[in-house]
């Protein structure tokens, strides 16, 4: 089955600094890729998705890059503020037929340093 | 559209006795998934339903676990003769059905088991 690595674990960024998140997937046949930021104590939110006919996906300061090939997609923030801490997860899967089981990476907690 | 909501936010109860939780999803959508989340961790995929039906089961939903969704909109988990490692975030999501379509997820219900 599907299997998702998350690096790093944690990331410490100087505000205003770039922060970049990176995971690998095992399944080959995965097409679809979520990012989902989540607070302490609050449900995890989607930010940013891209699906595996596109290579790249921008919304302002958050892009994700895909590469197929390798099986591996990023997470890039710029101009990091003192609201993007949090953990930052990824997520894999296939879809099709009536499977949609999302496997999700062990996280990325960001830390922005004032 | 007031998102997808959880009931109780937390619930506390000894060993061995039964717990429900319900989730309300967002209205139009049809699909609906049960995640667990331990601290420090990535939510774990439990099931999912498509209306009424339960489409998926994880090998982690033990016989204890049971979940319905009678009529296709709200969904109830129940966990009986509960265990210490039944502890953790019980997070429900919703989406649309079709490829692709990204899960929004409720706040979660904290289950502490003493």
């Known amino acids: 089955g599907e299997n998702v690595e998350q690096h790093p674990s944690t990331l410490s960024v100087q505000e205003g600094d770039s922060a970049v998140i990176k995971c690998t997937y095992s399944?080959?046949?995965?097409?679809?890729f979520p990012w989902y930021k989540q607070e302490l104590g609050k449900r995890p939110q989607l930010i940013i998705d891209i699906r595996s006919n596109v290579g790249e996906k921008k919304d302002q300061r958050i892009a994700v890059t895909l590469n197929k090939t390798a099986k591996h997609f990023s997470l890039h923030i710029t101009e990091t503020q003192p609201e993007d801490s949090a953990v930052y997860f990824c997520a894999a899967t296939h879809f099709g037929d009536s499977n949609y089981q999302l496997i999700w990476g062990a996280g990325t907690k960001l830390i922005i340093k004032p | 559209d007031t998102g997808v909501s959880q009931d109780p936010r937390h619930k506390i109860t000894k060993r061995g006795q039964n717990v429900t939780f319900r989730c309300d999803p967002i209205?139009?959508?049809?699909?609906l998934y049960w995640y667990r989340q331990t601290l420090g961790q990535g939510p774990e995929f439990l099931t999912y339903f498509q209306n009424e039906a339960q489409l998926e089961k994880s090998r982690l939903l033990s016989d204890r676990f049971s979940a319905e969704r009678p009529k296709g909109s709200f969904s109830t988990l129940e966990i009986q003769r509960t265990e210490q490692g039944d502890s953790a975030m019980y997070l429900c999501?919703?989406?649309?059905?079709?490829?692709?379509?990204?899960?929004?997820f409720g706040d979660g219900t904290r289950l502490s088991i003493l």
């Open positions: 399944d080959s046949a995965s097409n679809y």
């Open positions: 209205s139009e959508h049809n699909r």
């Open positions: 999501a919703s989406s649309f059905s079709g490829g692709g379509q990204p899960q929004h």
